[in-house]
């Protein structure tokens, strides 16, 4: 526990615990991706899907708190580092330059702590919507179950929650497309060979989760599904 304190005491411990958390909220939200994309499958894949998970019981409300636990650590993190730096450098740059190598300093990087903050606002309207909800119940194969399908077709013809939920995403993609690369780069993963191409993943990582997330209400909103 000493050591745990110690490092959150330190800039370079609280890089090394954000870049772990970011990883395994990054693994969650591949997983969360996944079952959403269960729609598709029509209403028996993704209800099915839910009542699987529903079925773990306190479980499953344990995993949701830890998870909740996890990202708010995750968000405290990312605020200290940058009240931090804030501090360091009160007034900041008014260009940004490299020296031999590409610059990883883009607009997502510079933008992880406004980012951070709208994912954090939207995980909480988002439990609110689908979480929190009391779902309409239907029956397939002679179990009754929470009909999702039907929740997640209301809620995506309503044109400002699509909007709202497509532009956040395109956030979510900036965030994992320097977060990811940072973290690899915080735990002492990267070599200077290796550094381009974890960037070029992280990329990769962050447009196919945005477009993942996106490709539902979209699809739902046209009638495309």
């Known amino acids: 526990m000493s050591k745990f304190k110690a490092a959150l005491q330190s800039q370079v ?7 772990i958390t970011g990883l395994g909220l990054v693994l969650f939200i591949i997983v969360h991706l996944l079952g959403n994309l269960s729609y598709f499958g029509g209403p028996e894949a ?11 019981g306190g479980l499953l409300w344990a995993a949701r708190l830890g998870l909740l636990v996890f990202f708010l650590f995750h968000i405290y993190l990312g605020i200290s580092i940058w009240l931090e730096k ?19 300093q883009s607009w997502s990087a ?6 951070g903050v709208i994912l954090l606002v939207f995980v909480v309207f988002h ?10 119940t239907t029956v397939i194969n002679g179990v009754e179950m929470h009909d999702v399908h039907a929740r ?25 497309r320097h977060g990811v ?20 993943i992280a990329y990769i990582l962050g447009l196919i989760i945005a477009v993942g997330f996106i490709g539902l209400p979209v699809s739902i909103y046209f009638g495309l599904v």
């Open 13 to 19: 411990g609280r890089k090394l615990i954000t870049g």
């Open 46 to 56: 993704i209800n099915t899907y839910s009542h699987t998970l529903h079925e773990l």
């Open 86 to 104: 804030r501090r360091a450098r009160p007034v900041g740059y008014e260009s940004y330059n490299s020296r031999g190598v590409p610059s990883r």
């Open 110 to 115: 510079r933008s992880m702590i406004i980012t």
């Open 127 to 136: 439990l609110n919507t689908f979480a929190f909800h009391d779902f309409q």
């Open 152 to 176: 997640l077709t209301e809620v995506f013809q309503h044109e400002v929650y699509t909007i709202s939920y497509v532009l956040t995403m395109v956030l979510l993609g900036m965030h994992l």
């Open 181 to 200: 690369w940072s973290s690899f780069q915080s735990l002492g993963w990267m070599s200077r060979n290796s550094n381009p191409v974890v960037y070029s």
